[in-house]
């Protein structure tokens, strides 16, 4: 899928009380949501920031479409055990401690030892585990293990998740090396392509195996000749036993059963309010996936979900992207719920109707073109809920399905999430951001004026156009490239679109008013690629995060490439370091030379080629750039990283029926993690 993990921001909706199923008492007090004015951002720690997002529209839409959504709601929030889980094996157990300390702690909250407390719990919520969300370092808490053994034994009335037989001495002895040792499973997600990646990789996807064991596994059981594959592996844990190599796969009565199950009670209600046949069938062909765990019925989910292009209401619920995974081959739990903006939808019809167009007149080989575009579908969309792998930090855009084979013969569904950059340009206005790191009034001007207007178009470009475009070579597969498909696959997305805003045909086609709007896409992503994204990453780490590894890629391999001619230069004014493009025409070209190659590596599964692509311009970091971009970043006082908090959608019940639906907007993070830790917790 590509669901882009370009960070976002956000909106919450909120509370109240009712009962159905998995749906408990619920907390959050609805004076929370009643203030004048819209607060988008509620909360900031560490270097992250809690925002609000906005669901313009839901209290126009039918009874019978608020209904879909919030069941459709219900069952996003019910797989967020899933996603901690896979992130990291214990990650439950520390959850839940946690969880129990912040309610049940009789201390001194005063104490600054409890603020460094609050702070970690945060991260771990916010993280879906101990590992930091994009870097995938363990995090480590700033107070002591004494300091934490003292809350868990002064916390009373709570329940803290005991083993069989443990008491708390001994569950405070098992978190200690977890939660303080920094050598203790230091990597979620590792990327060193000299060593074991599942060996060195924390993340739960493998339990008491090696790397050679599990690509000798998928070998055996992968036919070469099959040209409509399952992403084998997709929703599984490889793990020994009896000295075999097996699989654990997700299912109601399998891996991860009591949370599939509340999902699938929920995928059942909203399967009786669809809004027409296709998406009822869409639904339960899910569900029947879910009930199995035969990857060959996700497919057909796929199939008849990427034909639904009628409905108003439309969803993501499984185990969709591989990212989490060193191997790129097992999915992440997660889910979007959203429905049509109309309005902003015509702009991603253009688009998708041009789709033959754009694919027809790229610098790509010919060979690795579709000679006919199927099925391209675009639409800009509200969300309406995020769960799993998408909460709280989303993704701004979508295109799936992931299979190669299904997107050729079947086409694809791409969306642009508008009200989540809507939310993040509204909680980043007068930051400061722009102003310190522009190098001249023209582009700063240039970027107010276009900014936010081109950076959908780009997200439109890469979701809708990026992703679908190009065909693999008969007997390639998605899997060719390892651990190196991400940062690719992200680079080639956006290379089609950094190659094709800067096109006429997007003046033309009335997407752009002028190409002044395609410069300030180019000068937010050379800048980006280069520069400010470091932000992000810690004094004498390297780049790790498959997005930020292609857009580094992309910017550095366009930057060497363009010296000779100076398209690009480094200046210094003030004493200070800035990008500046110089010729956006010869840039442009460049961005076609290196989707031409990008494509190439794609089609033809080129390992070695794509291994020395992103290891050479997508890996390494300019220390004195990074120093300086760090101390510049300080000072403007703002957090590099941003997520949302989630609405409550309450049934208004009238003689045992559903009569509306009401939203909320909380602005208390803590209540509705801890809302979250109460109500939507199914695994042991």
């Known amino acids: 899928m590509t669901i882009k993990r370009t960070l976002i921001l956000a909106l919450a909706f909120i509370l109240v009380v009712l009962t159905v199923v998995c749906q408990k008492s619920q907390t959050e007090p609805e004076a929370e949501a009643a203030a004048q004015e819209f607060k988008w951002q509620v909360d900031k720690f560490a270097d992250l920031r809690i925002l609000r997002y906005q669901v313009p529209e839901f209290d126009e839409l039918p009874l019978a479409q608020k209904e879909l ?24 157990t520390i959850r839940r401690t946690l969880d129990a300390i912040v309610e049940g702690y009789k201390g001194d909250r005063t104490d600054p030892l409890w603020e460094q407390f609050m702070v970690y719990t945060k991260r771990v919520w916010f993280a879906n585990g101990i590992h930091h969300h994009y870097s995938t370092d363990k995090f480590i808490p700033e107070f002591s293990a004494d300091y934490f053994a003292t809350l868990v034994k002064e916390s009373e009335g709570v329940k803290f998740p005991l083993a069989e037989g443990q008491t708390l001495d001994d569950l405070i002895v098992f978190l200690k090396p977890v939660m303080f040792d920094p050598a203790v499973d230091a990597k979620k997600i590792s ?6 990646l599942i060996v060195h990789s924390a993340v739960n996807f493998y339990e008491g195996v090696t790397q050679k064991e599990v690509e000798e596994y998928y070998k055996s059981i992968q036919d070469e000749d099959d040209l409509t594959p399952i992403w084998y592996g997709l929703n599984s844990r490889v793990v020994k036993k009896n000295g075999k190599v097996v699989e654990e796969v ?3 009565n399998g891996l991860y059963g009591p949370a599939i199950q509340k ?28 009930e199995t765990g035969d990857l060959e019925k996700f497919d057909e989910y796929n199939i008849l979900w990427v034909n639904d292009t009628e409905s108003m209401v439309d969803f993501i619920n499984g185990f969709i992207e591989v990212y989490q995974d060193p191997m790129g081959m097992k999915a992440s739990w997660e889910s979007v719920v959203n429905f049509k903006d109309l309005i902003a939808t015509k702009r991603t019809d253009t688009i998708s109707a041009n789709a033959q167009w754009f694919e027809d007149n790229s610098p790509v080989d010919p060979r690795f073109k579709k000679e006919e575009v199927k099925g391209v579908t675009a639409k800009v969309i509200t969300a309406a809920m995020l769960g799993g792998d998408c909460y709280p930090s989303t993704p701004i855009g979508i295109n799936l399905p992931n299979a190669n084979w299904i997107r050729k013969n079947h086409g694809s569904k791409s969306v642009t999430i508008e009200n989540i950059t809507y939310a993040y340009n509204q909680s980043s206005m007068d ?15 240039r970027a107010k004026k276009y900014g936010a207007h081109a950076g959908n ?19 390639v597969t998605g899997e060719a490239l390892k651990n190196y498909h991400s940062p690719i696959e992200e680079s080639r997305a956006d290379l089609f679109a950094l190659y094709y805003i800067m096109d006429d045909k997007m003046v033309e086609l009335g997407l752009l008013p002028d190409l002044d709007a395609a410069k300030a896409d180019y000068d937010a992503t050379i800048k980006n ?28 391999w366009v930057y060497e490439k363009g010296k000779p001619e100076n398209v690009i230069s480094m200046e210094i004014k003030d004493g200070k370091k800035y990008v500046v493009i110089n010729d956006y025409v010869k840039l442009r070209k460049l961005f076609g030379e290196l989707l031409k190659e990008i494509q190439r590596i794609t089609s033809e599964g080129d390992y070695e080629a794509a291994r020395d692509l992103v290891e050479t311009y997508g890996v390494q970091i300019d220390q004195e750039l990074h120093k300086e971009m760090l101390d510049r970043y300080s000072k403007l006082n703002l957090a590099p990283y941003g997520g949302f908090m989630n609405p409550v959608y309450t049934p208004v019940m009238d003689d045992g029926k559903i009569v509306d639906v009401k939203i909320l907007y909380p602005d208390d993070y803590v209540k509705q993690m801890l809302r979250y830790g109460k109500d939507y917790s199914f695994l042991n």
């Open 431 to 445: 930051s400061g951001f722009g102003k310190e790191f522009s190098y001249s009034e023209e582009e700063l001007e």
């Open 69 to 92: 959504v919030y069941y459709l709601s219900e069952a996003a929030v019910c797989g967020r055990d899933i996603m901690f889980d896979q992130n990291y094996k214990h990650n439950l």
């Open 263 to 290: 999902i699938v009670y929920w995928l059942e209600k909203a399967a009786g309010v669809a809004e027409n046949d296709q998406q009822r069938q869409v639904i339960e062909k899910l569900i029947e996936y879910y």
């Open 191 to 196: 990327q060193d392509s000299t060593k074991d």
């Open 529 to 556: 690629g280069l520069m400010t994204q470091l932000r992000r990453i810690q004094p004498g780490k390297t780049i790790e995060q498959a997005h930020m590894r292609g857009r580094a890629l992309v910017a550095y």
């Open 457 to 475: 178009i780009h997200t439109d470009l890469h979701e809708v156009l990026g992703h679908g475009s190009g065909q693999l070579l008969p007997g």
């Open 250 to 252: 997700a299912s109601v």
